[in-house]
C-alpha cells in the first residue's frame, strides 16, 4: 500500500504565504522516517528540518507542494470560501497533482477544522478520482503518522525559506506570526509604506486593528 500524508505550514501568520505539501511513500518506508529522526516540524530545529528534508524528497515516491499567498488568503476570508474550504482545495490540488497510479492510496490528511467529518465531505468536492484513495482527517496527524510527519517538514521548510526571502527584501519580520514582537514593531512601523507588496494578511485582526481604514478600504473594493 501507498501512503499520501499532507499537512500545513504558516496557517496562522500574519505576514507571508501558507503551504501545504504532500508526501508519497509505500508502507514500508514509514521506518526509515522514525529511525532518521522524522516527527512533526514543530518540535524540530531548523537545522534537523533542512536535513530531514533533504531525506525525505530522496526516499518519497513522489511529493508536491502548494503554495497559498496573504492575496488568495484574504480573499478566501471575506467570501463564502473561508480558510478551511481555501485549505481543502489546496489539499485536492496535491492528491490530484500526485495521484496518477492504479495502486490503492491511503490519504493521511492534518485536518485544519475542528469538524473532520465536515471538512473531509469538502475535500471529496476537489477531488477528481477517489476510487483508489482512502482518506483519512485527524487531528494531530502531524505527530501521530510519520508521513505526515514528513509533509509537515516539507511545508514548514518552504515557509521558513519564503519567509528568509521577505526579509532579504523587506527587512526583518520576525516569525510573521502576530504573538511575535518584531513582527507587530515591523508592521507598525512599514505596514502603510508595504501595504501593496502581497506581503500582508489584511484580513487578521491585528492588521485591522492597526490600520482599519485600510481594511474598510479593502471591503468597499471586495464588494463594489
Not at 191 to 216: A, V
Request: aromatic share 8%; hydrophobic share 40%.
Amino acid at each position: 500500500m501507498l501512503l499520501l500524508g499532507i499537512d500545513d505550514a504558516g496557517r496562522g501568520p500574519l505576514i507571508g504565504p501558507m503551504f501545504l505539501a504532500g508526501v508519497l511513500l509505500e508502507k514500508k518506508d514509514e521506518a526509515m522516517l522514525k529511525t532518521e529522526g522524522v516527527a512533526d516540524s514543530k518540535l524540530l530545529s531548523h537545522s534537523t528540518r533542512i536535513k530531514l528534508s533533504v531525506m525525505i524528497k530522496d526516499i518519497a515516491l513522489d511529493y508536491h507542494i502548494v503554495e497559498a499567498k496573504p492575496e488568495q488568503i484574504d480573499h478566501a476570508i471575506k467570501s463564502r470560501i473561508n480558510l478551511n474550504t481555501l485549505e481543502a482545495i489546496k489539499t485536492a490540488e496535491i492528491i490530484n497533482k500526485i495521484n496518477k497510479r492504479k495502486e490503492k492510496i491511503k490519504v493521511i490528511v492534518d485536518c485544519p477544522s475542528v469538524n473532520t467529518k465536515a471538512w473531509k465531505n469538502t475535500l471529496y468536492h476537489y477531488i477528481k478520482n477517489i476510487d483508489n484513495l482512502e482518506i483519512i482527517c485527524e487531528h494531530k496527524a502531524d505527530f501521530n503518522y510519520p508521513v505526515v510527519s514528513a509533509a509537515s517538514i516539507l511545508a514548514k521548510v518552504a515557509r521558513e525559506d519564503e519567509v528568509e526571502k521577505i526579509k532579504k527584501k523587506f527587512g526583518d519580520i520576525g516569525s510573521g506570526y502576530p504573538s511575535d514582537p518584531i513582527t507587530i514593531k515591523f508592521l507598525k512601523e512599514h505596514g502603510d509604506s508595504f501595504k501593496d507588496s502581497g506581503i500582508f494578511r489584511k484580513s487578521w485582526k491585528t492588521w485591522k486593528s492597526i490600520f482599519p481604514e485600510s481594511d474598510q478600504k479593502l471591503l468597499d473594493g471586495f464588494f463594489r
